[in-house]
Nanobody, 116 residues
């Protein structure tokens, strides 16, 4: 059974940093594309960043590039999102996900709130 459990969210001032963690189980990282998504109040869920372990490639949305970094610890089966220079518009529930067409799996989300 695939499971994804996020942690590390919280309240931070603008300009601060947070590191989100996602504990994954039930699948091999090399077989899936791993990613972070977010959903702000009143908005649709949007992609943030993704990583393909098998091909050692990463992808970032424009708003994330240069401030957010996705990494994995394959041995520990963990996915991380380091977020620096946070802005109030980064306030959202952040989800980690694992996708291998046609299946996708999601965690329950962790709240990130950035105060101005």
């Amino acid at each position: 059974e695939v499971q994804l459990v996020e942690s590390g969210g919280g309240l931070v001032q603008a300009g601060g940093s947070l590191r989100l963690s996602c504990e994954a189980s039930g699948f091999n990282f090399e077989d899936y594309t791993l990613g972070w998504f977010r959903q702000a109040p009143g908005k649709e869920r949007e992609g943030v960043s993704s990583i393909n372990v098998a091909h050692s490639t990463t992808f970032y949305e424009d708003f994330a590039r240069g401030r957010l970094t996705i990494t994995v610890d394959n041995a520990a089966h963990m996915i991380f999102l380091q977020m620096n220079n946070l802005k109030p518009e980064d306030t959202a529930v952040y989800y980690c996900a694992a996708e291998r067409n046609p299946d996708d799996y999601w965690g329950q989300g962790t709240q990130v709130t950035v105060s101005s």
